[in-house]
């Protein structure tokens, strides 16, 4: 964590990785305007909370600010995409639209590495984060692989599908099977959030809708255990 204004508007102009920002909800002032006016250009969460949750997370001086620096660099698919097929590779990228659980998203890291996926992508709200938890859960995973966060899973779906990338949504309202699907393009699947799996939007403009068939009671698996299927039988395809 870092707090106090000043040293927040330095984190934000030393372009330091931030994953959000929590600042008071009455704050005013020449500094606090200087952070704003910085923060309306800088891609990064903030959220308005009572002066309470921020003296409970530190007894020290915060000035009614306290940002979260990331853990690891996150890299931009704009600049990912390209060096996939620079280097001859035939990309598999991994979107998560909502995915709010950090054990979640740490097994789903692991399984990303451990299969082959070349960059886990995540949005810039609503949404987990990489912290020492997730890295924890990864198994380390987080650190080696590629991690992008975009400002909506939207425009990350658009740029791959204006980028030769066919999409696939894994989604339990499709009528293909997942093992029907031909993965051996370069492709990028988006598995949902844990509550309400992929939003309405991101459904209408992928390229394709696939399901792993349920013999039980339950309608589906769990986010990163269906993310683990679908992610080995890709790596299965390319491999034959």
Do not use: W
């Amino acid at each position: 964590m870092i707090f106090g204004i000043r040293a927040v508007i330095e984190a934000v102009q030393a372009g330091k990785d931030i994953d959000k920002i929590l600042m008071r909800r009455d704050l005013q002032g020449d500094l606090s305007r200087e952070l704003f006016q910085m923060l309306k250009t800088a891609q990064v969460p903030v959220q308005r909370v009572p002066k309470e949750k921020l003296d409970r997370l530190t007894r020290k001086n915060h000035q009614g600010t306290i940002a979260f620096i990331s853990a690891i660099a996150y890299q931009r698919l704009e600049d990912i995409v390209p060096f996939l097929y620079e280097e001859g590779k035939n990309p598999f990228i991994v979107l998560l639209d909502g995915v709010t659980d950090v054990r979640n998203f740490g097994a789903i890291a692991r399984s990303c590495e451990c299969a082959g996926v070349d960059a886990l992508v995540i949005p810039m709200h609503n949404s987990v984060s990489v912290n020492a938890d997730a890295i924890k859960t990864s198994a380390g995973a987080l650190l080696s692989l590629a991690v992008c966060k975009e400002s909506t899973i939207t425009e990350a779906i658009r740029f791959l599908q204006h980028s030769g990338y066919k999409v696939f949504a894994a989604t339990e309202k499709a009528e293909t099977e997942y093992t029907q699907a031909d993965y051996s393009i370069p492709l990028a699947l988006i598995m949902g959030g844990e509550d309400r799996g992929i939003s309405i939007d991101n459904l209408r403009i992928c390229d394709e809708r696939v399901k792993i068939p349920v013999k039980g009671t339950i309608a589906s698996l769990n986010v990163s255990a269906a993310a683990a299927v679908f992610m080995y039988e890709v790596a299965r395809q390319r491999k034959g």
